[in-house]
């Protein structure tokens, strides 16, 4: 099965700012500036990796959890 988690739309302003936004069902909307495309992307790419840590942290608590319940 094939899912989306993120959708990411970059746009350059007319003072040649650069604008990111990324689209999650579980973060919502996020926006991100920058003058440069390369600093973008890093921002981008770093929220996007500490989101999917965070989840992945969450996604072993549960497992860890209802191991434990079935031992009960």
């Known amino acids: 099965m ?4 993120y959708s990411i739309e970059i746009h350059k302003d007319d ?13 919502g909307v996020k ?7 390369e600093d973008l ?8 990796q500490l989101a999917l840590d965070e989840f992945s942290k969450r996604s072993v608590l549960f497992a860890d959890e209802y191991q434990e319940e079935e031992v009960r």
């Open 31 to 37: 926006e991100f500036r920058s003058n440069r495309l």
């Open 2 to 5: 094939e899912e989306t988690l």
């Open 15 to 27: 003072d040649g700012k650069f604008l990111g936004k990324i689209f999650s069902e579980v973060d």
């Open 41 to 48: 992307l890093r921002d981008i790419t770093f929220d996007i």
